[in-house]
């Protein structure tokens, strides 16, 4: 009897039509990421600079909303990229127990 964590792992966690949809939706966020490392490579004078001219602040509610969706989707990212370590660890394992050695990794 395979244990959960075996039944989990013993099926892909995307087809590869999900894993083309989630590259897809990885690229959408290459505006968002040039945006943060725009905004990390200007004094906060330059930020301010570049946001007084807007009397309605709709800009920089703008650029709120894109850096939080940026930090939702490497929240993500982070959690896949776990689920990812933790499926090599599983595999680590077993290529492990079969030679008789104690980790690979």
């Known amino acids: 009897m395979k244990t959960p964590t075996q039944q ?12 083309r949809q ?11 990421r ?6 990390l490579s200007r004094s906060r004078d330059e930020l301010l600079a570049s946001f007084r001219g807007d009397p309605t602040y709709e800009h920089l509610r703008a650029a709120f909303e894109m ?3 940026y930090i939702q989707h490497l929240e ?3 959690e896949a990229s776990q ?12 290529l492990a127990r079969e030679h008789g050695v104690s980790a690979f990794v």
């Open 8 to 19: 989990l792992l013993s099926q892909a966690a995307f087809s590869q039509d999900e894993m």
């Open 22 to 32: 989630a590259e897809s939706k990885a690229r959408e966020y290459d505006v968002n």
């Open 34 to 39: 040039r945006f943060m490392l725009a905004c």
């Open 67 to 69: 850096t939080e969706e």
């Open 76 to 78: 993500d990212m982070l």
């Open 83 to 94: 689920a990812a370590r933790t499926r090599l660890l599983a595999v680590a394992q077993v």
